[in-house]
Structure formats: structure tokens, C-alpha cells
């Protein structure tokens, strides 16, 4: 169940992937509109500079009049002001900083840097709800199944009892049974004890590695992501830096949208490392309880195997003295 989930969410991860690609490839084939404003802005601009010439040829031509000359002179600061203010209210925003936007102006490195972590995330929590399901049905069925064999008084009582509802502790019956029936015609108790002991190890080691089966992913993405974040994050921003170098402006305007598509990066990373690493601590306290559990059962099967040989042993001595 848990790998059927996790393979179904992994294909949703990746079409959602290749939609994100789709998005982008729309919206590089669109013009952008902030180009275009300061392509327009020099060639506004270009007209009004003969402007200054013929201001100033009329005051020379009329050197009687004072006022003449003055008006001109006022007139051309507010004409340049005045297109100054048009310029600057034509001109857009150059970027739209949502994160879905920054993700799509991100470079190929960052990008692939954030749908990993997004991958990562998704994984995270596909391993805390199949493993929440799990844990909860299996604690459950465990705890009933050792309710239920706690009054029986043999071996054969006890599995007829509890049938296949648990699996480990049903596994530790069959142990004890299969030892029991094989050093039949043997009179040392404690050599069928320790080798009934031997098999229920294996069965505890067994059901601890399927149990935490998933558990060194999430640590490896609680410990991994924020590097893998910060490497995005270095990347996009020695991407502006040269972008900066390229543009010869420090306008913020300019460089703050690619620092903040970097630094998205390293958002998305503490995002799938911080769940990570609470849910492995979680899982991890609630796998040891189980385990405590799975030793009690192992107890169980071993008191019911020691009934049953001394329960054997009272019926030689008996058939002995008759």
C-alpha cells in the first residue's frame, strides 16, 4: 500500500512538472512588455532635444525684450519635466514577484532546483500518510491479538484463537510450533527454548526493517534539502550578479528580481526539510513503541512454547508412574 501510493503520487509530480514547462515555454514566446517600454522611452525621448535650440534662438534674436526672453527659459525646464513624469508613468514593473512567476523567470539550474525539493516535499508527506495508515492498523491489530492470547493456555489454543489476523504474532506461534514439532523425541528444554529464541529474533528483525521501511528517505530529505536549496540559491544569484555586470546598472529595480527567484530556492528547500525532519522524529518514537510491542509478543509465544514443554514433560512422568 505504502509503495502503491507513492508511485501514484510520483506520477502526478511529474505531469505537474511538465505542465510547469508548458507554462514556461507560453510565456517565453509572449513579448515582454518592460523591453518594449525602454526600447520606446530613447525614441521619445530623442525628438524633444532639438527643442532647446529653438527656445533659446528667439531670446537671442530679441536681446530688448526682457520678458520675451524669460518665458522661454521657464517654458523648457517645465516641458522637460513634463515628459520626464509621462516617461516614468508609461513605464511598467519589470517583474511580477509571485512565487509561481519567480519560478518561471528562475533559470534552468534553479528551476530544476525547486521542482526537486517540490518532488521531495511531495514524497514526505506521501511517507507520513502511508505510514500513519499503517502504523495505526498494525498497533491496532497487535494490541487486540495480544488481548486475545493473554488467557489461552497452549500454543495450538492460541494461534486456533487468533487465526491470521496478526502477522508477527502469528509468525512468532509458527515459530514456536515448527521448533516444537521438529526437537520432538528431545528432552533438553532449554535447547528447544534458545533455538524458539533464535527464530524469534529474526522474526523481531524482520518486522523492524519492514516497519521502518521509508524512514531513511525522510532523513535523508530532512538533512539534504536546505543544501540543495542554498545551492539554488548560489546559482541564480551569480546568475544576477552577472546579469548586473552585463546591464551596468545597480538599479534595485533591476537586480532585486533575480536575488528573490534565488531565494526562493532556499525557501522551497526549508520547506521540504522541516516537515521531514518532524515527521522521521515522530515516526521514529512511534516505531520504537511498536517494537516494545512486538518484544511483548515474542514474550507471549515464548511463555506458551515453555507451558507446552512442561505440559509434556508432567504427561511422561505421569505415564511413567502408571
Known sequence: MFRTILNLLTAIALCASASAGLAQQNAASQPIPYLNAQAAAPAAATPSAPAAPQAVAPAAAQPTSATATAVPAASAPEAGGDNAKSLKSTVPV????????????????????????????????????????????????????????????????????????????????????????????????????????SSFTEISRAEARRIRLGMGLLATIGATSPFVGLFGTVWGIMNSFIGISKAQTTNLAVVAPGIAEALLATAIGLVAAIPAVIIYNHFARVTKTHLEQVSRASGAAARLLSRDLDRGHGGAHVRAAE
Request: aromatic letters at 6%; glycine letters at 6%; charged letters at 20%.
Open 94 to 197: 519589470p517583474h511580477d514577484l509571485s512565487p509561481w512567476s519567480m519560478f518561471l523567470s528562475a533559470g534552468v539550474i534553479v528551476k530544476a532546483v525547486m521542482i526537486g525539493l517540490a518532488f521531495a516535499s511531495l514524497v514526505t508527506w506521501t511517507i507520513f500518510i502511508a505510514k500513519m495508515i499503517e502504523l495505526s492498523v498494525v498497533r491496532g491489530k497487535l494490541r487486540r491479538s495480544l488481548k486475545t492470547i493473554s488467557e489461552t493456555r497452549s500454543l495450538a489454543e492460541a494461534q486456533f484463537a487468533l487465526g491470521s489476523k496478526t502477522r508477527v504474532l502469528s509468525a512468532f506461534l509458527a515459530a514456536a510450533m515448527r521448533e516444537a514439532r521438529l526437537s520432538a523425541g528431545i528432552s533438553s528444554d532449554s535447547g528447544i527454548k534458545e533455538r524458539a529464541a
